[in-house]
């Protein structure tokens, strides 16, 4: 038999990057007896992956399920779905919320409404859910809970939520310490009001008339790879039940059957882990194992079933970058896949598991064209190649462009939200002006800070991040998220400054080194592997200059005291991959292996590269 559970509320966990949503996940954990008390459990638990471990980030949704018991009352199991903040990672976003019922939406009370809150409240008001408003943070010294809760009702009414979704309820808490209240200054004393809350306002899930008895659909929102179970699909059951051992079939969104499958394991979600189950009923969330082609966004049914449900169309990608293979004369010295088909292979089965990355050839053939919603997207996946053994070249990231249906040319615009000391906002505005954004609004956001919307390309921002906390000595904060599309802008000034490109092959020495730096800014310490066309510095004028990072000091037979004293160099400017990848220009290359990142011309060659030069103008 089912499972018997008296009510079930599916739910997801929505809010702008950093205002505390799987923190708040922890505690509805320990709360409701998911977890032991005295289990060891690591902080931010459903931030299992290691990138988002370092970077305190969610990188990719995830399900979790808690059983709140309340007195006198049935147990309510509540699937909680814990999703990323940044708008990079918003594919995973859209497709989650259509798999749920109702949603939690974070804001922090000192910061009020976000870029990204904007953009996962609207998809969540577009598929008409009624989100609960739970206002985060509560006993910062800074928080102004009365500010938030007027600019949450204010963003509501903007985007155009009807009468019911007005009327949401807000709650007060603080998920670091794990309490929630009605009122501000409410007592303290657990989450108690959070899970009333979801059990009165999120409806149970909408289950069609004889749906248990009908054959069994589920449209597939996330795919994983098991060592063991192979391909892990979950959703959430439309109709049917979902039995170990049937076998069934997968439709595309046309329609057309995809494969033919026997389900191995039907896994439920019941606490940190995934449980197998003898049976799941409509409405639960689930995961099915025993598929070998099926992906997100198709239907996973019954053999009699004959039209796929629909899916949720995904925003498209905005930014694209060319990754091929490495051909530098380092390669394959620090990687064990470096061959074009093994890469071509992996981002083929990236693109599958990842709605938001779109994957196709090269114009020339040479590489992959990875397109995604911005830098730091892009960036996680390459990293993740790199830690997987891949040698990689990564070219400039360049914008999505489309035209309109009279010919125009069409770029991403992104609305750009910046948190900045008064003092530094006239260069932030110069600058980006000078960059083709548009300012919109410029508002104080207390304690001397400057709050600036800026409608900017988005080609205006690729490597604008460093300049932006150089401009504010690391002051400001900087949140974008994409608006539309809109008529092209025009040329926009891009990189000032040259580069320092090695003219030979070796280790870099000491003493030439030491007197290069005052050509500018190394990016190379002594005694690391160079070679002729490598990029070792950034020049202090516009040119790019040739050097020689291998000539090594003349030896005399005079010896007079102090002439050999040792060479004290600056520490060189180390690029992370995010800033090496925004850095480079049209004409060159980040060569990314498992332990190194190296910025290079395309072209190795000085004639070669002026032969280019000459081509391109």
């Known amino acids: 038999m089912i499972e018997s559970t008296p009510t079930l509320r599916n739910i997801a966990i929505i809010a702008h990057v950093d205002h505390g949503k799987t923190t708040l996940v922890d505690e509805m954990l320990r709360q409701s007896g998911a977890v032991r008390e005295n289990a060891d459990m690591a902080e931010r638990a459903m931030d299992s992956n290691d990138i988002e471990r370092e970077r305190g980030i969610t990188i990719l949704a995830k399900c979790t399920s808690v059983v709140w018991a309340p007195e006198g009352a049935a147990p309510v199991r509540i699937n909680i779905v814990d999703t990323p903040g940044h708008a990079d990672f918003g594919g995973e976003v859209e497709r989650i919320l259509s798999m749920v019922d109702g949603c939690l939406l974070l804001i922090d009370a000192s910061e009020g409404p976000m870029p990204q809150t904007k953009f996962v409240l609207s998809k969540a008001l577009g598929l008409g859910l009624k989100p609960i408003l739970v206002l985060n943070k509560i006993d910062r010294p800074s928080a102004e809970p009365d500010a938030a809760l007027d600019a949450a009702f204010d963003l509501f009414a903007a985007l155009g939520a009807d009468d019911e979704q007005l009327d949401f309820p807000t709650l007060y808490a603080s998920g670091r310490d794990g309490w929630a209240a009605r009122e501000p200054d409410g007592p303290r004393g657990g989450l108690g009001p959070l899970f009333e809350a ?14 248990e008895t009908a054959p069994f659909r589920m449209l597939a929102t996330t795919l994983e790879a098991d060592p063991y179970l192979g391909r892990i699909l979950t959703g959430r059951i439309v109709s049917g039940i979902a039995r170990p051992g049937a076998t069934m079939k997968a439709l595309a969104r046309d329609s057309a059957e995809i494969e033919r499958a026997r389900i191995t394991k039907t896994l439920a979600f ?7 189950v003898e049976e799941a009923g409509p409405g639960d969330i689930v995961a099915l194992a025993g598929f070998q082609k099926a992906s997100v966004a198709d239907t996973l049914c019954d053999l009699s079933v004959a039209d796929a449900l629909p899916a949720q169309p995904i925003d498209p990608p905005t930014l694209s970058v060319t990754i091929s293979a490495n051909d ?5 010295r620090e990687g064990d896949k470096v061959q074009s088909r093994v890469i071509r292979d992996r981002l083929l089965r990236q693109a599958e598991g990842d709605v938001a990355i779109r994957v196709t050839d090269a114009a020339g053939g040479d590489g992959m064209e990875v397109a995604g919603r911005g830098e730091l997207q892009l960036g996680v996946l390459i990293e993740n190649m790199r830690r997987e053994g891949f040698e990689l070249a990564v070219s400039r990231p360049r914008v999505v462009t489309r035209t309109d249906d009279s010919g125009a040319l069409l770029e991403p615009i992104e609305e ?16 980006l002006t000078r960059r083709k954004a548009e300012l919109q609004e410029m508002k104080p956001a207390g304690a001397g800070k400057t709050r600036l919307i800026l409608h900017a390309p988005a080609r205006a921002l690729i490597g604008y991040h460093g300049q932006f906390l150089t401009d504010t000595r690391g002051s400001g904060v900087m949140n974008r998220s994409f608006l539309q599309y809109a008529p092209h802008r025009g040329p926009i000034e891009g990189r000032r400054n040259g580069v320092l490109i090695s003219n030979g092959d070796g280790d870099s020495v000491p003493y030439a080194l030491w007197n290069l730096e005052e050509r500018g800014a190394l990016f190379i310490g002594a005694g690391e592997a160079v070679y002729q066309g490598m990029i070792i510095g950034e020049n202090a004028k516009d040119d790019d200059l040739d050097v020689n990072p291998l000539k090594a000091k003349q030896l005399t037979n005079i010896r007079a005291a102090g002439k050999d004293e040792a060479v004290k160099l600056t520490p060189p400017r180390r ?5 090496a990848i925004a850095y480079i220009d049209e004409d060159e290359l980040v060569e990314v292996t498992p332990t190194s990142i190296r910025l290079r011309k395309i072209e190795l060659l000085p004639h070669m590269r002026k032969k280019r030069a000459k081509a391109m103008a």
Do not use: C, F, N, W
Not at 198 to 211: F, K, L, Q
Not at 270 to 276: A, S, V
Not at 328 to 332: E, V
Not at 575 to 579: G, M, T, V
């Open 198 to 211: 979801i059990a009165s306002h999120v409806a149970p899930p909408r289950i069609e008339p004889g749906a």
């Open 270 to 276: 019941r606490g940190l882990k995934r449980q197998p």
């Open 328 to 332: 530098s004369p380092l390669a394959g």
């Open 416 to 431: 750009v939200v910046i948190d900045v000391d008064e003092d530094y906002s006239g260069v932030i505005i110069e600058t």
């Open 575 to 579: 690029l992370s991959l995010e800033q």
